[in-house]
């Protein structure tokens, strides 16, 4: 089983720059693919960016170009680099990991950060 806790989050203003973490315990065999996704009031959640086991990185069209998501070389966390941020990227960010058990897929979920951009 996976455990995961997400940090970094804040309050920023238009155009700037924030680092998500997500500290990744427990067994991360199998784990295809990491990612981020985000909340915002009042709307679904929404997958911003992914990345599998062998560095493939997908992102939202909303964020490509201004986000990119990373791992550490022990690949045990992974990060969310967040540049020229605007309004409409406030949200409640979850770290994800997607596990395949026995032919099984799990889905783990952090507790969310919530990232706040406003002047």
């Known amino acids: 089983q996976v455990q995961l806790v997400e940090s970094g989050g804040g309050l920023v203003q238009p155009g700037g720059s924030l680092r998500l973490s997500c500290a990744a315990s427990g067994s991360m065999f199998s784990i295809n693919t990491m990612g981020w996704y985000r909340q915002a009031p009042g709307k679904e959640r929404e997958l911003v960016a992914s990345?599998?086991?062998?560095?493939?990185?997908n992102y939202a069209v909303s964020v490509k170009g201004r986000f990119t998501i990373s791992r550490d070389n022990a690949k045990n966390t992974v990060y969310l680099q967040m540049n020229s941020l605007k309004p409409e990227d406030t949200a409640v960010y979850y770290c994800?990991?997607?596990?395949?058990?026995?032919?099984?897929?799990?889905?783990?979920w952090g507790q969310g950060t919530q990232v706040t951009v406003s002047s």
């Open positions: 990345i599998t086991s062998g560095g493939n990185t």
């Open positions: 994800n990991a997607d596990q395949d058990r026995n032919g099984v897929r799990y889905m783990y």
